[in-house]
């Protein structure tokens, strides 16, 4: 990161936007390299976030605007995997007479993001203004998907034909390993499962601990 861009050299690629709360993951078209600032600019305008408070994680690290007084630039590559967090603002301070108003306590509350679906917007509507939901309980059903959704009210829908034909543990045992299943995930090319039996010729993360390793480490003294 750093340096000045070569023009004929920049050039387009896909990254993933991640953004800290209930809003998926969307994959967003940027130039690299670019400015820190620019791409702050960016995702603020398409995600819709106050630039002003918004920090960008790249690879574990936070990208800075400028260091030393220059303008940063970072390199990206397609596939990336973008933060964008929202810095929190400090927590109001009372006065000792307690006349002070708590003005930012909306900002601990839970909101739905701008890009959010009408349909979305009139359940919240309906969740939290009339039946008065905490907001710890709309951001768990807010951060399901539609099809975890139709995942469970169908496991509730078939529950009782499961009890009636008395397959209850049977159908609690094989959706414990459908949800391990479905959440296994893929993996990229070339990573290595941290079990063996996964991997290509069975090939190990390095510094495993096993029996061939022990032995191995007793015939040579270093135990």
Not at 98 to 123: A, C, I, N, Y
Not at 175 to 181: A, E, V
Not at 199 to 217: C, M, Q, S
């Amino acid at each position: 990161m750093g340096g000045e861009i070569d023009e004929p050299t920049r050039k387009e690629v896909v990254i993933t936007l991640r953004t800290i709360g209930p809003a998926r993951p969307s994959r967003l078209p940027v130039p690299s390299p670019v400015e820190v600032h620019d791409l702050r600019k960016l995702i603020a305008e398409k995600s819709h976030l106050p630039i002003g408070d918004l920090r960008l994680i790249l690879r574990g690290k936070v990208l800075d605007d400028t260091k030393d007084g220059d303008d940063m630039c970072v390199e990206l590559v397609d596939g990336d995997s973008l933060i964008a967090a929202v810095k929190p603002k400090a927590p109001v301070k009372h006065s000792h007479d307690g006349v002070d108003t708590d003005d930012d306590e909306d900002d601990l509350k839970f909101h739905l993001p701008q890009s959010s679906s009408w349909w979305k917007r009139k359940m919240f509507d309906i969740l939290h203004d009339k039946l008065k939901l905490p907001d710890i309980l709309l951001m768990a059903i807010f951060s399901l998907r539609l099809k975890t959704w139709a995942f469970i009210i169908l496991w509730f829908i078939l529950a009782p034909v499961a009890y009636r034909w008395d397959l209850g543990p049977l159908y609690i045992l094989a959706t414990g390993f459908s949800i391990i299943l479905l959440n296994l995930g893929q993996r990229q090319s070339g990573d290595l499962s941290a079990y063996s039996i996964f991997n290509e010729g069975f090939r190990e993360l390095p510094g495993t601990l096993n029996a061939d390793r022990l032995d191995r480490d007793i015939r040579t003294g270093q135990i």
